[in-house]
């Protein structure tokens, strides 16, 4: 099993300009999570899906957009960025219930 | 909703045992407690979940007190290896209702 991806690892945008942070599970976990990491701030959820189609939001979720149409994917959108949203960017996925969250490597945002 | 409190940094030197305690005063009856180790550029990773009394693993111990207002993670004699950043976590719920309430992090340095 590869676990969980992602891709980009590195990034760099210029404000304004959008993009799709990409996120993969090959555990057939039901929960997914995104995750922005800054310094002094720990973790922070962004967005959340508890199974395909539904998502929810969660602390910090302006800016950014999720769709879950498979099991495996979970994609976050960035709409508009802004250097506010430079930032470690980790996605989760684990079983229902109180499941060990599995983590991505994570991709680094840095946005000009 | 809870909220976990723990220490932003501890030292310690090869060969001792590392006690961090994490304090989740609004616990509920149902809410598990679970610890992550994160290293630089990379995800966290579970180390041990428990819900009371003393939980056990091959890396590690959770001592959770009768009242299940803190935890301490207990690192028997660690090694430079163990240099990391722990993540005390919450989790309140299960399924849709699941909350994951993460404390900041503590910064543990590992001398020689």
């Known amino acids: 099993n590869a676990g969980v991806t992602q891709t980009p690892k590195f990034q760099v945008l210029k404000t304004g300009q959008s993009m799709t942070l990409q996120c993969a599970q090959d555990?057939?976990?039901?929960?997914m999570s995104w995750y922005r990491q800054d310094p002094g701030m720990g973790l922070r959820l962004i967005h959340y899906?508890?199974?395909?189609?539904?998502?929810d939001q969660g602390e910090v979720p302006n800016g950014y957009n999720v769709s879950r149409s498979t099991t495996e994917d979970f994609p976050l959108r960035l709409l508009s960025a802004a250097p506010s949203q430079t930032s470690v960017y980790f996605c989760?996925?684990?079983?229902?219930?109180?499941?060990?969250?599995?983590f991505g490597p994570g991709t680094r945002l840095l946005v000009l | 909703l809870a909220k976990t409190t723990q220490p932003i940094s501890m030292d310690s030197y090869e060969g001792q045992e590392v006690n961090i305690t994490c304090s989740h005063n609004?616990?509920?009856?149902?809410?598990?407690i679970t610890w992550y180790q994160q290293f630089p550029s990379q995800g966290p990773r579970f180390i041990i979940q428990?819900?009371?009394?003393?939980v056990t693993n091959e890396v590690a111990s959770l001592f959770i007190p009768a009242d299940r207002k803190s935890s301490t993670l207990s690192l028997p004699r660690v090694s430079l290896s163990d240099t990391a950043v722990y993540y005390c976590?919450?989790?309140?719920?299960?399924?849709?209702?699941?909350?994951?309430?993460w404390g900041l992090g503590t910064s543990l340095a590992v001398n020689p």
């Open positions: 899906s508890v199974g395909a189609g539904i998502t």
């Open positions: 555990m057939n976990h039901e929960y």
């Open positions: 428990g819900y009371k009394t003393k």
């Open positions: 989760a996925s684990s079983y229902a219930g109180a499941g060990t969250q599995y």
């Open positions: 976590l919450v989790v309140q719920g299960a399924g849709n209702n699941r909350k994951l309430i």
């Open positions: 609004n616990i509920a009856t149902n809410d598990y």
